[in-house]
């Protein structure tokens, strides 16, 4: 069975470091292009990572300098590393891509940042 399974929110405070991980089972994620989303209360789903089969990243402004994405492919696990949390982060975070044309979603985990 494909499917990608996302870990790691939490509770911390604004200033505050988590890391994310993205565990995926059935499919080699070196061999895809794989993107971090998130959803805010009231907000629409928006990508703000990614991470391409040959190791480049692209990251949105909102996340630029203060968020990192990294994959292990021993592990078959996509990492956000995320520092300098402000409560605008506060989200649902998803790991995706795009899988035999079909869009495969992890169930998200939720990272709040409020003190």
């Known amino acids: 069975q494909v499917q990608l399974v996302e870990t790691g929110g939490g509770l911390v405070e604004p200033g505050g470091s988590l890391r994310l991980s993205c565990a995926a089972s059935g499919i080699m994620l070196k061999a895809y292009t794989m993107h971090w989303y998130r959803q805010g209360p009231g907000k629409q789903r928006e990508l703000i990572a990614n991470i391409f089969s040959d190791g480049v990243s692209y990251y949105d402004d909102s996340v630029k300098g203060r968020f990192t994405v990294s994959r292990d492919d021993v592990k078959n696990t996509m990492y956000l590393q995320m520092n300098s949390l402000k409560p605008e982060d506060t989200a649902v975070y998803y790991c995706?891509?795009?899988?035999?044309?079909?869009?495969?979603w992890g169930k998200g985990t939720l990272v709040t940042v409020s003190s």
């Open positions: 995706n891509t795009v899988y035999k044309t079909q869009n495969l």
